[in-house]
Structure formats: C-alpha cells, structure tokens
C-alpha cells in the first residue's frame, strides 16, 4: 500500500543536531534531534570538545577513576548542554525537562542539586535524578534533556 495523506501527515520530520562547540559525542548519535518544535538531547557529559579530558577528574594509568571533583562536572555538563541548545536554535530557558544521571547519590547529590539551583534559578524545569552504577566514560554525571523550539 502507498502511502495516503493521513499516514503521510501523521509523519514527523526530525532534524539532527551536532554543536561545533561540544564534545564530540562518544557513539554513533548526535547530540540532539529535533523533532517539530521539540529539541531532544541525546546523554551529555563533562568533556571538553577535541579532548578526552574531563574537568575534575584524576585517573590512574589503567584509566580508572582516581579522585573527581563533581561540581566542576556539574559546571562542565550545564555548559555543554547550554552549547548544544543555543546551537540547535533553542536556549537555556526553554528547556523544559532534565533527567540527571549519578554515579554517587549519597556522596554527589548535594553538590549537584546546589549547583542545578544556581543554573535553573530562573527557569524550573521538570527533574528527575537517578543514581547508575556507570557511564560510557569516567565521568560521575550526565544529562538528558528536552527543550522547546
């Protein structure tokens, strides 16, 4: 069967988005999609764009983590989401929802949650926080979010 004007209307276009100022993504996705007047963003994390650095963290010889400072992630990380909205033709106050992923609640939570209050002072977001075992690199936090257009 072909496809009819309802199927076809039904259709929603979507747009990736790669931000030349945040680190390159670390799989095969881009950093965010659009999706009619939505910005879907895929996981992002502390890294500087051109870098495996991390800001805050030490690692040993084998690669794994030595000691992390989690409010200079939490910086890096809004940065990085800041970069990818302003460069998808959104802003920081329209995102309108957060997912924080944690590698340490009881120890990183309260700094985190300080940190988020200084940056969503103005603009409140819906939230959610959950602790992980891990992430795909050695970095403590992670974001998901989804902005409006």
């Known amino acids: 069967m072909g496809t009819g004007p309802t199927e076809k209307s039904q259709t929603m276009i979507s747009d990736s988005v790669n931000s030349q100022q945040a680190p390159e993504p670390v799989g095969l996705y ?4 659009k ?16 870098t495996r650095d991390i800001p805050g963290v030490v690692l040993d010889s084998k690669g794994a983590i ?8 939490c910086h890096s990380v809004f940065e990085n989401v800041r970069k ?30 300080k940190i988020y209050a200084e940056y969503f002072a103005e603009n409140r977001p819906c939230r959610t926080t ?6 795909p690199t050695p970095i403590a936090i ?3 979010c989804i902005a409006t257009i």
Request: glycine share 8%.
């Open 84 to 113: 990818i909205v302003e460069d998808a033709g959104s802003s920081w106050d329209q995102i309108v929802d957060v997912t924080a992923f944690l590698t340490n609640m009881a120890d990183d939570f309260q700094v985190y949650n």
């Open 35 to 50: 999706v009619g007047n939505l910005l879907f963003l895929s996981g992002v994390g502390p890294r500087k764009r051109g």
């Open 130 to 135: 959950v602790e992980v075992n891990c992430l």
């Open 142 to 144: 992670e974001l998901k």
């Open 66 to 73: 030595q000691s992390y400072d989690i409010a200079a992630q």
């Open 30 to 33: 881009p950093h965010a999609r």
